[in-house]
Nanobody, 115 residues
Framework: QVQLVESGGGLVQAGGSLRLSCAAS????????MKWFRQAPGKQREMVAG???????NYADSVKGRFTISRDNAKNTVYLQVNSLKFEDTAVYYC?????????WGQGTQVTVSS
């Protein structure tokens, strides 16, 4: 069982930056993959970025070069640095952990980009 709590969202102007955090209730060393997803109003949830236990990362094409996922194993926390924000990045951002064949989700944090 893993509980995830996201934070760091907010209202930001286009071109601005935020750092989203995802704090896990247990050590993330053994969690196979952790990912950030987002869901905009009226749209399907989409994967934004992922990071494996070995540190390999992948990104959606729409955020490559602007978003960076990282992990701090000592703090059991995964981060998503979001830069050069665009209006279309407005969404609820969710953290997810994939562990022992199950997936666990946080409650989400709202990111709103004003144009």
């Amino acid at each position: 069982q893993v509980q995830l709590v996201e934070s760091g969202g907010g209202l930001v102007q286009a071109g601005g930056s935020l750092r989203l955090s995802c704090a896990a209730s247990k050590s993330i060393n053994s969690i196979d993959v952790m990912k950030w997803f987002r869901q905009a109003p009226g749209k399907q949830r989409e994967m934004v970025a992922g990071i494996t236990s070995g540190g390999s990362t992948n990104y959606a094409d729409s955020v490559k070069g602007r978003f960076t996922i990282s992990r701090d194993n000592a703090k059991n926390t995964v981060y998503l640095q979001v830069n050069s924000l665009k209006f279309e990045d407005t969404a609820v951002y969710y953290c997810a952990a994939f562990y022992w064949g199950r997936d666990y989700w946080g409650q989400g944090t709202q990111v709103t980009v004003s144009s």
